[in-house]
């Protein structure tokens, strides 16, 4: 079945530094891509969706300056949390949109725990 | 507003009994319906789409029913085990767009 790889799984940064987090179909090609923020116990939220070889498109409320988002091609998106804050850290997960059966399935990444200093 | 609901953040039961979870929407017309698994610290997994022209759809133990005059959707996981231990999600989908319901967890208990 599909498999999308996000890296890494676990990162503690500084106030102030960038942290870049990777995300990657590796079997299916992937032309739309989602980025979510999770807290403790609650459940999805949607931050952007990712397309290929275009602009991120993202939800209200959301800082696209701040949450960076790059969709180089058909199996790499990138989430970039510039000059992050304590406030920034949480479960960050993406998924990448699959059609095994017609439908459009969503293929989830593990995770990535973003713990900013 | 639009909302999706599902029953009680969290749900225990026996080992051997039949899990229900339910997820109910309001202002969505939704053209499909998924469940998802969600276990500690990792991805949400996959687990069963339905269509809305849809009434029923098994795999295994799982069984989910979707009822769009009722706008509800039922999850159900029967002989349950401990193994299934987990964060359910329910998912309302249109096209490319999704929307997450808040979960619930559920507790086997051996």
């Known amino acids: 079945g599909a498999v999308v790889s996000q890296h890494p799984s676990r990162v503690i940064c500084k106030s102030g530094t960038s942290v870049k987090i990777e995300c990657r179909s590796l079997d299916f090609q992937a032309t739309t891509m989602f980025w979510y923020r999770q807290f403790p116990k609650q459940s999805l939220m949607l931050m952007a969706t990712s397309n290929e070889g275009s602009k991120a498109t993202y939800e209200q409320g959301v800082e696209k300056d701040k949450f960076l988002i790059n969709h180089a091609s058909l199996t790499l998106s990138t989430l970039t949390v510039t000059s992050a804050h304590p406030e920034d850290s949480s479960f960050y997960i993406c998924?990448?949109?699959?059609?095994?059966?017609?439908?459009?399935?969503?293929?989830f990444g593990a995770g990535s725990r973003l713990t900013v200093l | 507003s639009q909302k999706i609901e599902q029953n009680s953040e969290a749900l225990n039961i026996q080992e051997g009994k039949t899990a229900t979870l339910t997820c109910n929407y309001t202002n969505y017309s939704p053209a499909y319906l998924q469940w998802y698994r969600q276990d500690p610290g990792r991805g949400p997994v996959f687990l069963l789409l339905i269509r809305e022209n849809e009434k029923e759809k098994r795999k295994e133990r799982l069984k989910v029913t979707f009822d769009t005059t009722l706008k509800q959707s039922l999850f159900h996981i029967t002989a349950s085990q401990p193994a299934d231990s987990a964060t359910y999600l329910c998912a309302l989908g249109t096209g490319n767009q999704f929307y997450f319901g808040t979960g619930t967890s559920l507790t086997v208990i051996p």
């Open positions: 998924s990448a949109l699959d059609r095994p059966s017609g439908a459009n399935v969503l293929t």
